[in-house]
């Protein structure tokens, strides 16, 4: 079945490092791919999303490029704030928006 | 600004209660979900649904049951709970093609 994978966490960084968050999938046919993220005691909130290959999605700083020769969708920033403390979780759905699948998640310490 | 609301963040119940868990979103979704969230394991679908008294199973339904009498609330229903219970609940809605949940701020039950 359809499955995403994450980098296990915790990524701690200091502040204005550059963030990259690996995220693989597996799917038939050709799904949406979207990145969440959770701040404490919050629920998730669509950070950026694609929908097709080769599409990239940002949003605040953050990006990412859906690639469909690699099944990668990795999430980038060029420069972290402690503000960007949370956990980020990688996520696919196929057609109609059903069932989302969603990667373990993984959190970001920024330091100051 | 569009919402998913949950009625309560903080939940204490006794074992062996029926507990009703309540969201509401104001965007006219079409679909609706509940998840719950636990360290280590992500997020799991419990149910879902596709319009007005539809209901689908996710992938641990067992011990909980969902109402959607109307479009903007999907209840979810734990019939006699148990402390296995104990979780973050999550609820989202989204519109078919829409890509892209809206969360609410999630319920953390406690079941004692």
């Known amino acids: 079945g359809d499955s995403v994978t994450q980098m296990e966490g915790p990524v701690t960084l200091s502040e204005e490092a550059f963030l990259t968050i690996n995220c693989t999938y597996t799917?038939?046919?050709?799904?949406?791919l979207f990145w969440y993220v959770q701040y404490p005691g919050e629920g998730l909130q669509l950070l950026l999303k694609?929908?097709?290959?080769?599409d990239k999605g940002s949003n605040k700083g953050f990006e990412a490029t859906y690639r469909k020769e690699t099944t990668s969708f990795h999430l980038e920033k060029g420069s972290v704030q402690v503000s960007d403390s949370a956990v980020y979780f990688c996520?696919?759905?196929?057609?109609?928006?059903?069932?989302?699948?969603f990667g373990a998640g993984t959190r970001l310490f920024v330091k100051a | 600004d569009v919402k998913v609301t949950q009625s309560s963040r903080y939940l204490v119940k006794r074992t062996g209660e029926k507990v009703f868990l309540e969201c509401v979103q104001d965007m006219d979704h079409e679909n609706m979900f509940w998840y719950r969230q636990d360290p280590g394991l992500g997020l799991r679908l419990i149910y879902f649904s596709y319009d007005v008294k539809m209901k689908e199973k996710g992938d641990i339904p067992e011990g909980y049951s969902v109402s959607r009498e109307k479009k903007e609330r999907f209840s979810l229903i734990l019939e006699s709970a148990s402390t296995n219970q104990t979780s973050m609940y999550l609820c989202?809605?989204?519109?078919?093609?829409?890509?892209?949940?809206?969360f609410g701020s999630g319920t953390r039950l406690t079941v004692v």
């Open positions: 799917a038939t046919g050709y799904p949406s």
């Open positions: 694609a929908t097709k290959a080769d």
């Open positions: 996520a696919l759905s196929g057609a109609g928006g059903f069932k989302t699948i």
């Open positions: 989202a809605s989204t519109d078919p093609g829409d890509y892209g949940y809206t």
